[in-house]
T-cell receptor, first 113, second 111 residues
Framework: KNQVEQSPQSLIILEGKNCTLQ??????????LRWYKQDTGRGPVSLTI?????NTKSNGRYTATLDADTKQSSLHITASQLSDSASYIC????????????FGDGTTLTVKP | NAGVTQTPKFQVLKTGQSMTLQCAQD?????MYWYRQDPGMGLRLIYY???????DKGEVPNGYNVSRLNKREFSLRLESAAPSQTSVYFC??????????FGSGTRLTVV
């Protein structure tokens, strides 16, 4: 069964600090991995998309890494801001199951002043 | 540049009532999806449509029906609402399965 596990479930950091969120998956055969940011009460918004051949992708202060051999991804947030407080969701797609991407349960990040 | 538009944004239903959630996208995407998100939980796929004229069940289809009206519109219908269907419903669209654009959600309460 395809699965995506994210850790930690929740995280509290001080403004200006860095943090790293983890995503482990068992989806096979792998097609792509995406990270989304979901603000409270809003729909998820795409941050990064990585295919098998990409091992890092940046979007401003957000940098995602992918290790397809160990089936792990991380999302690193640099110099956090209060607006980074949100849920971060890892989504993995398999080549053979286009309509059924596997979603992680998300990591809830709280940035405090 | 609307993206994915969902209506209504909020709805309260009584048990047994029916309603249709509407979703429209203006990005010429082939695929459209309906998800539900319960408090503190991840998104779960209800139904999806890989292309106009096709629909398929997701992880939690029971109690729902869908219609892909045309390439732009994908509706979700609750025939007889139950309290267990209280949730936030998100519609999404994608060119393939490469990346989704989500709507802002419909908050549904069934009492």
């Amino acid at each position: 069964k395809n699965q995506v596990e994210q850790s930690p479930q929740s995280l509290i950091i001080l403004e200006g600090k860095n943090c790293t969120l983890q995503c482990n998956y068992t989806v096979s055969p792998f097609s792509n991995l995406r990270w989304y940011k979901q603000d409270t009460g809003r729909g998820p918004v795409s941050l990064t998309i990585m295919t098998f051949s990409e091992n890092t992708k940046s979007n401003g202060r957000y940098t995602a890494t992918l290790d397809a051999d160990t089936k792990q991804s991380s999302l690193h947030i640099t110099a956090s801001q209060l607006s980074d407080s949100a849920s971060y969701i890892c989504v993995v797609s398999a080549e053979t199951n286009a309509g059924k991407s596997t979603f992680g349960d998300g990591t809830t990040l709280t940035v405090k002043p | 540049n609307a993206g994915v538009t969902q209506t209504p944004k909020f709805q309260v239903l009584k048990t047994g009532q029916s309603m249709t959630l509407q979703c429209a996208q203006d990005m010429n995407h082939n695929s459209m999806y309906w998800y539900r998100q319960d408090p503190g939980m991840g998104l779960r796929l209800i139904y999806y449509s890989a292309s106009e004229g096709t629909t398929d069940k997701g992880e939690v289809p029971n109690g729902y029906n869908v219609s892909r009206l045309n390439k732009r519109e994908f509706s979700l219908r609750l025939e007889s609402a139950a309290p267990s269907q209280t949730s936030v419903y998100f519609c999404a669209s994608s060119y393939s399965y490469y990346g989704y654009t989500f709507g802002s959600g419909t908050r549904l309460t069934v009492v």
